[in-house]
């Protein structure tokens, strides 16, 4: 089974600003949705790093009018932050402060879009492409810590009416707030994601709050140790 020490182990974190964040601060109050999106760049062949190294150096562009707050691959975390430009009266925030000043999560031709809404992108190339599991472990692993940070709860939302304002608490899909668009898709494992999500949930804040996390895989393993001490914890033996 993969832990959060192996997630630490293998990944590389890093910070790229950019210029695609419209004005309004935001505290970690108003921050109750993650939107999962995928990488597509429509070019056969591409792989997770390929993709992810694309569409890092795209959303950090200007001329890409886009942003996301982080995208991953198996061995990889790039978290986006506002690069303190003209547009921001020279203010630039870091990973020390992103917590209490960060950006909207909105580009800049949509201004005051998804205004209570965290973004991931996970590599897929093509929508015919399979997922590979490393890369959606370290996805749930730092949705598993956004959802830590910000009152986000572990959840599939739904669709939203009205999503250039405001998406319905918990984890969403692109697809549904936009009909232009078809990310996640159909391949996205959905009940895999939000069990591996639980799970690490439950290893970083040592509490089981969730009879799904039984069914946290990783590696095709269930996670044995945390059904022992969700059983054990019913039958009041610890």
């Not at 429509?42 to 996301?68: D, F």
């Not at 992103?98 to 992108?121: D, F, M, P, Q, Y």
Request: glycine letters at 8%.
């Amino acid at each position: 089974m993969v832990t959060v020490a192996d997630i630490n182990a293998r990944v590389t974190f890093e910070t790229v600003f950019t210029p695609n964040y419209w004005i309004g601060l935001r505290v970690p109050s108003q921050i109750t949705n993650i939107m999962l999106h995928s990488t597509r760049s429509t070019i056969p062949g591409r792989s997770s790093t390929q993709e992810y190294n694309s569409t890092k150096s795209w959303l950090s562009a200007l001329v890409s009018t886009a942003s996301v707050d982080a995208v991953v691959k198996g061995d990889a975390v790039c978290q986006f932050l506002c690069n303190g430009g003209p547009r921001y009266n020279g203010q630039k925030f870091n990973a020390h402060d992103s917590l209490l000043l960060r950006k909207w999560h909105v580009g800049i031709g949509l201004r005051g879009v998804a205004r209570n809404t965290l973004s991931i992108e996970i590599p897929q190339n093509l929508s015919t492409t399979l997922y590979m599991m490393a890369d959606i472990e370290v996805a749930a692993y730092v949705c598993a810590q956004w959802a830590i940070d910000f009152p986000i709860p572990l959840v599939y939302s739904g669709p939203s009416a009205d999503y250039r304002n405001s998406q319905p608490a918990g984890f969403s899909f692109h697809e549904w707030a936009n009909t232009e668009k078809s990310d996640p898709g159909g391949l996205f494992p959905k009940g895999l994601f939000m069990s591996l999500v639980k799970g690490f949930h439950a290893e970083m804040t040592g509490v089981v709050t969730d009879p799904d996390v039984l069914l946290a895989v990783a590696d095709h393993e269930l996670r044995l140790d945390k059904i022992e001490e969700y059983l054990a914890s019913w039958s009041g033996t610890t």
